[in-house]
């Protein structure tokens, strides 16, 4: 998801270094549909983002809470869940730095990203989209209006998979990228 805006800038930018472009759950600019995940917004929102940031940095027991109630959101199956989120959340703890950073300019890249659609329409380059179709947040709507844009996308909305589709949905995430129109250079986010 965070990784699909400066792929997309890139691929944009350097459309000749690209053989195609593969957009996972991913977001670039303010859409209809779009709904930040809670803690997203709560740590994008200036001011608040502030008392939050303070709020997490004294209590372990609400940072772990917290993490593992919106990243749990992100899969489908329990088990998967119970298995997963512990291991992202000891992954996560060294990189917050690099999360708050993320989301204290995450508004502003939203917002100013509109100015590159007439890039995105251009964009000759295979595009392959693929969505989890039960995703609340990038959701089927935000991945329609991708297709929309980039005039060579093909759309994949995995029905049931949420926000980390390739966790919900691996064997199907890995044979739509492994398939996709490929040739010498890729860029895929």
Not at 27 to 35: C, D, E, V
Request: proline share 8%; glycine share 4%.
């Amino acid at each position: 998801d965070a990784s699909g805006p400066p792929a997309i800038d890139w691929a944009l930018a350097h459309p000749e270094r690209v053989s195609a472009l593969i957009l996972l759950n991913a977001y670039y600019y303010w859409m209809k549909t779009l709904r930040p995940p809670e803690a997203i917004f709560l740590f994008s929102t200036p001011v608040v983002r502030n008392v939050a940031r303070m709020v997490i940095g004294r209590s372990d027991y609400l940072d772990r809470k917290l993490y593992a109630w919106q990243v749990g959101r992100f899969v489908r199956d329990e088990e998967v869940r119970n298995e997963v989120v512990p291991l992202f959340y000891s992954q996560f703890r060294p990189a917050r730095p690099a999360f708050w950073a993320l989301n204290e300019d995450l508004l502003r890249g939203v917002l100013s990203r509109s100015k590159m659609i007439p890039k995105m329409k251009a964009f000759g380059r295979p595009v392959r989209i693929i969505f989890g179709g039960a995703d609340p947040y990038l959701n089927a709507g935000v991945a329609r209006r991708f297709h929309e844009l980039f005039p060579t996308s093909e759309l994949f909305l995995l029905p049931g998979a949420r926000h980390y589709v390739q966790v919900d949905e691996p064997e199907e995430v890995a044979r739509l990228i492994l398939s996709a129109p490929l040739h010498a250079k890729v860029a895929f986010y």
